[in-house]
């Protein structure tokens, strides 16, 4: 198949794109800066000059392939405070993804949770504003469309995770000389390894079937106090326990760090043949990679 990504330079990127081009298809990235572009030529991919703000380049490569990847999102805005900001974006940009494939019966994969049932869970998922993007995605099964939604975990690991919730995590107990969590720390974080997560993406292209929701976490959830003592374990600093009332300073509005939630993954195993094979989440802290650079 030929199949258009975006946010083809990324963290997950890096191994979904060597997945599809090892198990032959053809994938095209797109990229925004000459960085990205090489970058994306050196996984294997044809490069696609633009943005996500360029709605007609957008339009224009999904509608030459067979099957989207949306893998784009500005991490940077919720930072920035900009978070609603980010999602009307998004918003646009599967709208767009969406209606050049609408009819056609090809793949459009993005990431996100639907509702399950059950009240609490669900309540959860309505609390992240890119839930109006999975129910966008998800409503152009009605068009024609062969929707996959992917729910990624919230931690995905390995050597080359640059800027997810383990690296500030650790820079936060660098800059304050502590490892938090708050409270008891027992709110979970799922976990999964990227080069999992590349394989699972290979498999739902081959064999996903349209409407359907995946889990790709290798590991159901983690609470955030052992993610905190590993990471105080190899920065040699204490995990202590920050007051809710601080969390928000200590961590630097940093909204995830309350997130509590688990996702199974057994359907999804048995549904596309996946079997994650690479480190959980606490090994890959304990082989070190994530403490050789400040």
Known sequence: MRVFVTGAS?????????????????????????????????LGA???????????RLREAAADADAVIHLAFNHDAIAAGKFADAVATDLAVVQTLGGALAGTGKALFGI???????????????????????????????????????????????????????????????DTGVSGYVGDGANRWPAGHVLDIGRLYRLALEKAPAGSQLYA???????????????????????????AEQAADHFRAFPFITLDITMPNADTRQLLGWEPVHLGLIADLEDGHYFTTD
């Open 217 to 243: 976490a290798t590991e159901e959830g983690i609470t955030v106090r052992e993610i905190a003592e590993a990471i105080g374990r190899r920065l040699d600093v204490p995990a202590v326990s920050i007051p």
């Open 46 to 56: 044809e490069v696609h000059r633009g943005d996500v703000d360029d709605l007609d």
């Open 10 to 42: 990324g963290h997950i990127a890096s191994a979904v794109v060597p997945e599809l081009i090892q198990a032959g298809h053809q994938v095209v990235g797109l990229a925004r800066s000459g960085a990205s572009a090489a970058t994306v030529q050196a």
């Open 112 to 174: 996100g949770l639907t509702h399950t049932g059950d009240t609490k869970r669900d309540a959860a998922i309505d609390a992240n504003p890119r839930s109006a993007v999975a129910r966008a995605i998800a409503a152009f099964s009605e068009r024609g469309v062969r929707t996959v939604l992917v729910a990624i975990p919230p931690v995905t690991h390995s050597t080359r995770d640059e800027s997810g919730f383990i690296p500030r995590l650790i820079k936060i107990a660098r």
